[in-house]
Antibody
Framework: EVQLVESGGGLVQPGGSLRLSCAASGFTFSTYWMHWVRQAPGKGPVWVSQ????????KYADSVKGRFTISRDNAKNTLYLQMNSLSNEDAGVYYC????????????WGQGTMVTVSS | DIVMTQSPLSLPVTPGEPASISCRSS???????????LDWYLQKPGQPPQLLISLASNRASGVPDRFSGSGSGTDFTLKISRVEAEDVGVYYCMQTLQIPWTFGQGTEVEIK
């Protein structure tokens, strides 16, 4: 079964850091672009970052540039998002999503991991 | 950034009746390869979004044929031919022509 499972969310103080993980299974992880998408409570999804299968072509939303770092370990079939200098605006559910290369669409999503930023 | 605008934002529907959602982009989504880089997603309560339509009109695997997508350039439409109770949720369009990929505000479909 094709699956993505996020972990690493939790409660963090403003200015703090978290590292999210996304474990992939059921497909050849190294051949797919992967993305992080976040969704604040009651709001729509927002694209955060992308990374190519070989770890290149990294892009970020302006709102997280310089604070977040996307990476992957293809040997472990795992995607990461290192988040630093967190603020209230970063709170929400973080999803990892697989990019279907043909149409460029998120064909597989994880269930998400919640990030809460509060003192 | 490309701005995506959906309408309506709320859509009460009667089971068995058709429904239609509009999505407009601030610039053309037609790529150099001739495809419109526009996807539709449905997010059911408590779940992640799920892909319905890619490249404006291609149904994703397992999506019922009552869902259809159309449009080109800047104007796109998602149609449900006969709404079923399981279709409730928030529908989003998303453009993948240009980074950052951007979503519409969402259209909440509810049963009357």
């Amino acid at each position: 079964e094709v699956q993505l499972v996020e972990s690493g969310g939790g409660l963090v103080q403003p200015g703090g850091s978290l590292r999210l993980s996304c474990a992939a299974s059921g497909f050849t992880f190294s051949t797919y672009w992967m993305h992080w998408v976040r969704q604040a409570p009651g709001k729509g999804p927002v694209w955060v970052s992308q990374i190519k299968g070989d770890g290149s072509n990294i892009k970020y939303a302006d709102s997280v540039k310089g604070r977040f770092t996307i990476s992957r370990d293809n040997a472990k079939n795992t995607l990461y998002l290192q988040m630093n200098s967190l603020s209230n605006e970063d709170a929400g559910v973080y999803y990892c999503a697989r990019d279907d290369p043909g149409p460029q669409a998120f064909d597989i999503w994880g269930q998400g991991t919640m990030v809460t930023v509060s003192s | 950034d490309i701005v995506m605008t959906q309408s309506p934002l709320s859509l009460p529907v009667t089971p068995g009746e058709p429904a239609s959602i509009s999505c407009r982009s601030s610039q053309s989504l037609l790529s150099r390869n001739g495809y419109n880089q526009l996807d539709w997603y449905l997010q059911k309560p408590g779940q992640p979004p799920q892909l319905l339509i890619s490249l404006a009109s291609n149904r994703a695997s397992g999506v019922p044929d009552r869902f259809s997508g159309s449009g080109s350039g800047t104007d796109f439409t998602l149609k449900i031919s006969r709404v079923e109770a399981e279709d409730v949720g928030v529908y989003y369009c998303m453009q993948t022509l240009q980074i950052p990929w951007t979503f519409g505000q969402g259209t909440e479909v509810e049963i009357k």
